[in-house]
């Protein structure tokens, strides 16, 4: 079955450590990614988005991802976290034919230690 | 601007009854998707709406029915609930036709516990 998996599901950081959550998705054609985030007691939203182009995305918040077509992934990452990106990160997969039906990876609850 | 709003926020239910969400999409958005997330899980496509008519569906039971009407606000059925349906289920507006390019924003949810 087409899916998209998220292989940490618990990450656990000190401020001003580096962050790498994998994403890896199961669709063979055209994709277009996306990572979203919620916050404590907030709503999702959108970090970023990669349709086409440069396979290094710039979000929100000093994150970015990297879409790499040979190994199905779009890992996000971001040099140097704070407290306040303690939150449940969730990568999505639109595949082309699929309008804007989001599938969404398990997520991924990261806590940042101050 | 309001963003998009569930109500109600908190629900119980018991096993074979019945229940009604409602969403209000962003004003000038056409376009509503309902998602059930499971905790622990990201969240499960069930509709898309555009214009007042389904433009997709998830791969859930017929108890699952869903309308949007002339405004754009949109309702989510569920019959025959099973103790399996319990979720918090979101609403997502985008502002036009079904283009992988437009943001889906998400509103808070309404959280269903089915005893």
């Known amino acids: 079955a087409q899916s998209v998996s998220q292989h940490n599901h618990h990450v656990i950081l000190s401020e001003a450590a580096s962050l790498e959550l994998g994403c890896n998705y199961s669709?063979?054609?055209?994709?277009?990614l996306f990572w979203y985030v919620q916050y404590p007691g907030q709503h999702l939203q959108l970090l970023l988005k990669y349709f086409s182009g440069d396979p290094l995305v710039k979000g929100i918040k000093g994150f970015e991802a990297e879409f790499i077509k040979s190994k199905f992934s779009f890992n996000l990452r971001k040099p140097s976290v704070q407290w306040s990106d303690t939150a449940e990160y969730f990568c999505?997969?639109?595949?082309?034919?699929?309008?804007?039906?989001?599938?969404f990876g398990g997520g991924t609850r990261l806590m940042v230690k101050p | 601007d309001a963003g998009v709003t569930q109500s109600p926020t908190h629900l119980i239910k018991t096993r074979g009854q019945h229940v009604t969400l409602r969403c209000s999409p962003i004003?000038?958005?056409?376009?509503v998707s309902w998602y059930q997330q499971v905790l622990g899980q990201g969240p499960q496509f069930i509709f898309q709406?555009?214009?007042?008519?389904?433009?997709g569906r998830g791969n859930f039971p017929d108890r699952f029915s869903a309308r949007q009407f002339p405004n754009y606000s949109s309702e989510l059925n569920v019959n025959a609930l099973l103790l399996g349906d319990s979720a918090l289920y979101l609403c997502?507006?985008?502002?036009?036709?079904?283009?992988?390019?437009?943001?889906?924003?998400f509103g808070p949810g309404t959280r269903l516990t089915v005893l």
């Open positions: 997502a507006s985008t502002q036009d036709i079904l283009a992988p390019g437009d943001t889906q924003y």
């Open positions: 004003s000038g958005h056409k376009s």
């Open positions: 709406y555009y214009e007042k008519e389904e433009r």
């Open positions: 999505a997969v639109i595949p082309n034919n699929a309008g804007n039906m989001l599938t």
């Open positions: 669709y063979g054609g055209t994709v277009n």
